[in-house]
């Protein structure tokens, strides 16, 4: 198989010409429709200058034209950079200064906005796509180790960072996706995730470009079409909160999921909860998988062979996993908990225009540092149990915030918890659970219980009930933001 990304579509483009790639619903395309009209866009896109290695940067709302743009940028050569469509005018500014895109695709709506920030040339995407010229570019050839996309990572301190993906990244993880998921050209895969991020764009869009598959391609997460598709669907990929949205509509019947194969989950922690819940319900067990920005995916549970409640699985082929102590990088023996380290060919080539970052990020025998805490069970499934900056020492003991959030998840009167770290003026920090209360809630119950299972260092200083937690778009609990709302909580206690 070619090493260059654009080489990887093109084989499938040649292979599944007729095959279904795009049905919305109301229209389908083929594989050839799509390369046909991608091959005049990337014309398009290389006159108006977008040489190899330059930076498209895309901010729209998901489309059929986004994704052929997609395919069109990786064709010309070009570095594509998609962007979240919820960042404000100073976080595009920044975007704009780091990357120095080319060219600059937005919504009508924003075309002010990317000139005034100082984008060179700015196009919707109506524009772009007017009078496609009829010429066919040639693509331009590619090396595994050119850079395919750049896609900043929001990073829970300082300014975002723009992780350097190169063709060989892309398609060696996309290779190793379809192989242990089982894609083949007769999926039908249920895409309502954004494609302006890893688990959207790389995981979703390759399995089903690689494999010749076909995309059901919704605009966002909704149960009543995801629940109307499943009758001619195969795979459904998502994050957490597509699974709990799922489970709280009682159209979801075990009949409706019948029909498909494959549930996957990532992007951030399945509850124990959710996952048993789902599998009463409809006899699946979602596989949860784990992956990043900077790394692509780098474990998930097995497709035949026990996906674990709680786990996100062994090492995907390929890639190696390891825990180390975060602060020396002594590798841990099996059992201990410490900080996830990877290597393989998925590993990105580094931030953009940022050395020292990069330099800081990576051990001296190529391992990166993913900044999550976990630990590898007896049968070498990897667990995770929250971000490093996570970690809440409290009375100088460390308390993983998953321990704790795992107990309350399992409540019926508790929807989902998140558990954080404030500072306090006799602990250093104190751990508070912030929680998502159900029918019947009571915070003195849940209190002793925990007192019941846990050491006393690990039960929550207040449990705080509140109509919803904060998420990002991809369903992430924003426990910045929770750290910073309640910041104040302990300021006077012991004073
Ligand atoms: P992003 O770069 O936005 O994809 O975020 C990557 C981060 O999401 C990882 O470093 C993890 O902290 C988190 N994450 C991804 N998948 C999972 C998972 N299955 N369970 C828990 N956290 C996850």
Known sequence: MPADLYGRFASSFSRFADRPLIDTGECTYTYDEIEHTAARLAARLIAIGLAPGERLLVQTAKSVEALILYIACVRAGAIYLPLNVDYTEAELAYFVGDAEPVLAICDPERVVLFERIGAPAVRTLAQLFA??????????????DDIAAILYTSGTTGKPK?????????????????????????????HMLPIFHVHGLFVAMHCVLFSGACAIF??????????????????MMGVPTFYTRLLADAAFTREVAAPMRLFVSGSAPLS?????????????????RYGMTETGMLASNPYEGERRAGFVGPPLPGVELRIAEFETGEVLPQGEVGIVEARGPNIFKGYWRNPEKTASEFRADGFFITGDMGVIDERGYLQLVGREKDLIITGGLNVYPAEVEALLDDRADIAEAAVIGVPHPDFGEAVVAVVQAGEGFDEAVVASALRHDLAGFKCPKAIIAVPELPRNTMGKIQKKLLRERYADLFATAGA
């Open 131 to 144: 009078d496609l010229p009829e010429i066919t570019a040639v693509s331009v050839p590619r090396a595994a």
């Open 272 to 288: 124990a909860d959710i996952h048993r819940a789902f599998e009463d319900r409809t006899g699946h067990r979602v596989l949860e």
């Open 162 to 190: 723009g992780a350097m993906l190169t063709n060989a990244n892309l398609v060696s993880n996309g290779e190793t996706l379809i192989d242990i998921w089982r894609f083949t050209p007769e999926d039908r895969l249920i």
């Open 218 to 235: 919704l605009p966002k997460f909704a149960s009543d079409p995801a629940i109307r598709h499943m009758e001619n669907a195969s795979v």
